[in-house]
């Protein structure tokens, strides 16, 4: 088994048989980092590992370290991790101690982390765990203000060439072939009480809690496939690229960053769209049974438009991140760079985090009913609603 192969195997079977990964684990870390005496792995399945895993090694001296890979399956991004190009442009971002960034061998270690990720502390405020909304927001706020002042200074034009190069596409352009034919090519989708063939699906118009939506989810994909190729010459920024809150902490001082598996010089716009999307509409994602418990839904096909009501809204604190963000990052990133049909390459780059961050057609981890819910905000985050607005396209063309 490849390497990178290996990998993707452990970050599966961690939930499955976490015993057996952590021996594969310690075999790899042993393998990989000669002058580190690890005597034990202890792995940390968490939902928002969806694409990597991490976890504890202990060392023979008794000391405790922390560690973190990505896996990206079929990646054709061979150079990842760029915390060096982060921390000096002003990133808060937490160096590691050890790297391997050698093409299938990805794996950052750093001295141990007891803050908690950013993810953990918004799902606590949402079961009300927590009582310090305000002490995040302010965090939030800061960390946004601190972002916009990077991007201001960082701003400069990027040839097509280096554009093609940046390991941000990974998540977004290249997950448009071989990933989504791997989740979605030639077979039927499994909805609450039916099935329909994945190409009618593509072909359907959408109408959503009342809103409708302009095209189809082919349409939507063939706009994707246009407009994110990656190269593209025009305005780039130095990014972290996977800044949802899974890679950020809430420490005392403040909001850190860590793994910047997709760090680098690229485009603002795909820069923003991992936070903007995963944390804010993506709780079901990350908690599917946990939506399932409150989510009401029902829908109806009529051959030409799937029609779907639904319950599912962000709670307060993820309003507080996408607020924050637009209003402190966005919105000054569209007044003063030209950035060309901006609101299209947006909702292009969205579209890939619900579609093609998971494989919506695996019942194993989604019902059909989230499953559902899944693909209404592939369509609300990859095409233009008409009339009443989403939250997404109002906040869009307020800008």
Not at 123 to 150: M, N, V
């Amino acid at each position: 088994m490849s390497t990178d192969n290996q990998l993707h195997y452990i970050q599966q079977l961690q939930f499955t048989d976490r015993p057996a990964a952590e021996e594969l684990t310690l075999a790899f870390v042993r393998a990989t980092f000669l002058d580190l005496d690890v005597t034990q792995v202890q792995l940390r399945p968490l939902a928002v590992s969806l694409n990597s895993f991490n976890g504890l090694l202990t060392l023979r001296d008794g000391r405790q370290l922390f560690f973190k890979t990505h896996v990206e399956p079929g990646s054709i991004v061979q150079e990842y991790y760029n915390s060096t190009l982060l921390a000096e442009a002003g990133y808060p971002i937490i160096k590691p101690l050890y790297a391997s960034t050698e093409y299938g061998k990805q794996f950052l270690i750093y001295e141990m982390i007891e803050s908690l990720s950013v993810f953990d502390v918004a799902h606590a405020l949402e079961r009300g765990e927590r009582h310090d909304l305000d002490a995040l927001t302010s965090a939030q706020q800061t960390t946004d203000d601190l972002l916009w002042d990077i991007y201001a200074s960082t701003l400069q034009p990027q040839s097509a060439e280096a554009a093609g190069q940046a390991p941000v596409h990974q998540l977004f352009y290249h997950r448009l072939g071989t990933r989504y034919e791997q989740f979605y090519g030639a077979q039927s989708f499994m909805l609450p009480s039916a099935n329909l063939a994945w190409d009618d699906l593509l072909s359907r118009r959408w109408i959503i809690n009342g809103v409708a939506f302009e095209g189809t989810l082919a349409s939507a994909l063939d706009n994707a496939r246009k407009v994110l190729c990656p190269e593209r010459a025009g305005a780039s920024i130095i990014g972290h690229g996977d800044a949802h809150n899974g890679n950020v902490f809430f420490t005392p001082t403040g909001l850190l960053y860590f793994d910047p598996a997709f760090g680098g010089r690229h485009h603002p716009l795909l820069d923003l769209t991992k936070p903007l999307f995963h944390n804010v509409f993506a709780t079901w994602m990350y908690h599917p049974l946990d939506v399932m418990n409150t989510l009401v839904l029902t829908w109806h096909d009529d051959g030409t438009t799937i029609h779907v009501e639904h319950n599912y809204q962000p709670s307060s604190v993820r309003h507080m991140f996408f607020e924050s963000k637009v209003q402190r990052v966005l919105a000054p990133l569209v007044a003063h760079t030209t950035i060309p049909a901006w609101r299209d390459y947006l909702k292009a780059s969205l579209l890939c985090c619900p579609l093609l961050t998971m494989n919506l057609s695996d019942r194993k981890r989604f019902p059909a009913e989230i499953a559902l819910l899944g693909l209404c905000y592939a369509i609300e985050m990859g095409l233009p609603s008409l009339g009443s607005r989403t939250i997404l396209d109002n906040a869009l063309a307020n800008l």
